[in-house]
């Protein structure tokens, strides 16, 4: 078997695009989706009739502009989550407006909208992850929306204080960054990282064997990988979101992939457990310099990608 069929006899792998084609050819369980991905789908001249059914669905609607081009970006954010699901078995993950990401309320309406639309299209909620970002807020909205039986996905995450309170929160998944933490950590060392080495790769394992060592029914779903190497030696998360890139350098390589997580050695581990509010949530956040600064890019980077796509509808609409 070649690397990528070794890694689904461990783990759940996801696709991590909006490309219909890339998600066909490597028949993942599951596939996530934001607004930088729906935008350069969009783009392309393939998916512009998804874009023009999302703007005739609005059409006659009389609204301001501003939000009549929201009503369309989640139109077409379901639109999206409705072909794909076409596709894959398992669930899609759609994005909330990053520019919600401290505001509760705002989340939990926006969350419950994303979710009449889908049933509107047939889509049961059960196939349907709110992507949130993994702020204190976002974290309450979460919980609140588990309470309704809507599911989440909470993204942007790259510390345990964050994993940890969506655990206590019953949040479904979160979605730890490990190429984003690489990132951060090359920038300030200037060292190259691999294998297990990888603080990426660490600081999933870490989390990874706190939720199994206490039990909790939170999904570790590792994602934003730069290289096959931080991918295999995660063989075992419950499951990895990757790029059409990196699947296909995996359904490529010969070689073994071997089981990197288990319950067993997570439950054996050393791990002390952390009673987790919000004081020490902030407190522990503002300690980890790169969770901080890459929480704050991640929310900066998803707003501008979401204002790209009102600008692209804009003129649509033009």
Known sequence: MNQLDQLKQFTTVVADTGD????????????????SLIFKAVSQPEYAPLLDQA??????????????????IDDLLTIFGEKILQIVPGRVSTEVDARLSFDTPATIEK?????????????SKERVLIKIASTWEGIRAAEALHKDGINCNLTLLFSL??????????????????????DWYKAKTGQEYTGANDPGVQSVRVIYNYFKKFGYETQVMGASF???????ELAGCDLLTISPELLADLQGADGTVARQLSVEEAKASDIAKVIMDEKTFRWMLN???????KLAEGIR??????????????????
């Open 20 to 35: 219909f084609e890339s998600i066909r050819q490597f028949s993942p369980q599951d596939a996530t989706t934001n607004p």
């Open 55 to 72: 703007v005739a669905e609005r059409e006659g609607a009389n609204l301001p502009r501003a939000e009549l081009i929201r009503d369309i």
């Open 111 to 123: 969350a419950r909208k994303l979710i009449d639309l889908y049933e509107k299209r047939g889509v």
């Open 161 to 182: 204080p964050q994993a940890i309170a969506c655990a206590e929160a019953k949040v479904r998944l979160i979605s730890p960054f490990v190429g984003r933490i690489y």
């Open 226 to 232: 730069r290289n096959t190497s931080q991918i295999r």
């Open 287 to 293: 300690e980890d310099a790169m969770g901080t600064e």
């Open 301 to 318: 980077k998803f707003t501008e990608d979401i204002i790209k796509l009102e600008g692209l509808i804009a003129k649509r609409l033009a």
